[in-house]
């Protein structure tokens, strides 16, 4: 039961242009919600996040809009960097527990 | 110290061999977690430590899992009669547990273990 999802496993980005990053959730009891972003051998490093009582958080380039009515998180990467490559992971918890569940990622490529 | 430190960070071991791996958290940081990545996969959960509560072990893929944190402050993860499906780099995290809008929920991530059961 895969509570977190992200769809898409890689996307290709020209530099310069808009990235989108998106995320699912099933559990209707998730009000907090993280994004990391991971290098190969490294771990993962906290970019931005987003509770239930907003529907936008922005930090720099990076903007997490959050839609509770669709259980839908999404980052926006604007502009892209060559440097931005990696793979990014969603997270979710509620905030009775922060047990924080991870989707499986998705693998970011800017060109340039 | 100043970030997450674990060890080592590679560990090949063989199959039947039992395995410890060492978490060593920000100082201050009351909650600790540990997940491991397989080859391919995403960031799952295997157990989470909040101050003195009883830790949540839900998921622990099996009883050959276990974890402690002693002093509320190193964790180590042992695997017993490790399987190659173990093989993985596990990640530990920690965090300080405040206000739900404090900001200070935010995971931070060691540089992980890997394993290697050959």
């Known amino acids: 039961d895969q509570q977190v999802k992200q769809n898409s496993p890689s996307l290709s980005v020209q530099e310069g242009r808009i990235s989108i990053l998106n995320c699912d959730y099933t559990n209707s009891m998730f009000d907090y919600f993280l994004w990391y972003k991971k290098y190969p051998a490294e771990g993962p490093t906290f970019l931005i996040s987003?509770?239930?009582?907003?529907d936008k958080n922005e930090d720099g380039r990076f903007t997490v809009f959050l839609n509770k009515s669709a259980k839908h998180l999404s980052l926006h990467i604007v502009p892209s960097q060559p440097g931005d490559s990696a793979v990014y992971f969603c997270?979710?918890?509620?905030?009775?527990?922060?047990?924080?569940?991870f989707g499986t990622g998705t693998r970011l490529k800017v060109l340039a | 110290g100043a970030g997450v430190s674990q060890s080592p960070s590679n560990k090949v071991t063989e199959k039947g061999k039992d395995v410890e791996l060492r978490c060593d958290p920000i100082s201050g940081h009351t909650a600790l977690y540990w997940y491991r990545q397989s080859l391919g996969q995403g960031l799952e959960f295997l157990i989470y430590?909040?101050?003195?509560?009883?830790?949540?072990k839900s998921g622990l893929p099996s009883d050959r899992f276990s974890a402690e944190r002693t002093g509320g402050s190193v964790s180590t993860l042992t695997i017993q009669r490790t399987q190659q499906e173990d093989s993985a780099v596990y990640l530990c995290a920690s965090s300080t547990r405040q206000g739900r809008d404090s900001g200070a929920n935010v995971l931070t991530f060691g540089a992980g273990s890997r394993l290697t059961v050959l």
């Open positions: 430590f909040q101050g003195n509560s009883a830790p949540d």
């Open positions: 987003i509770s239930s009582i907003k």
């Open positions: 997270a979710a918890s509620d905030s009775g527990t922060y047990k924080y569940i």
